[in-house]
């Protein structure tokens, strides 16, 4: 499941720049808040260096250009499994755009 970039167009949508928006089910948030919740934070930069990014091109950009800390994936990481989690609990599905 792409939790980052959705997994279904929205109908009828236009392009927003990077295409049109797309959208989890309450089903692929409820599934997606459950694997967030099973994978700690620590997990995503377990020997992962701000150079390490770099060399690869991976985003965030604050991390590899700034040689910041993976705290801020951590905290990027917390807050979406925050939003996953309550909408999971209300049965909502999940607009996705990149922008």
Do not use: F, K, N
Request: proline share 9%; with cysteine.
């Amino acid at each position: 499941m792409d939790v980052v970039l959705g997994e279904e167009e929205m109908p009828g949508a236009e392009d927003w720049s990077y295409g049109p928006p797309r959208c989890l089910t309450p089903e692929q948030v409820r599934t997606a808040a459950e694997a967030l919740a099973a994978t700690p934070p620590a997990r995503l930069t377990e020997g992962v260096t701000p150079a390490g990014l770099a060399a690869a091109g991976v985003h965030p950009t604050i991390v590899r250009e700034r040689g910041e800390p993976l705290d801020e994936v951590a905290a990027h990481y917390d807050a979406l499994a925050t939003y996953l989690r309550a909408a999971a609990r209300d049965g909502d599905g999940v607009l996705v755009r990149i922008g």
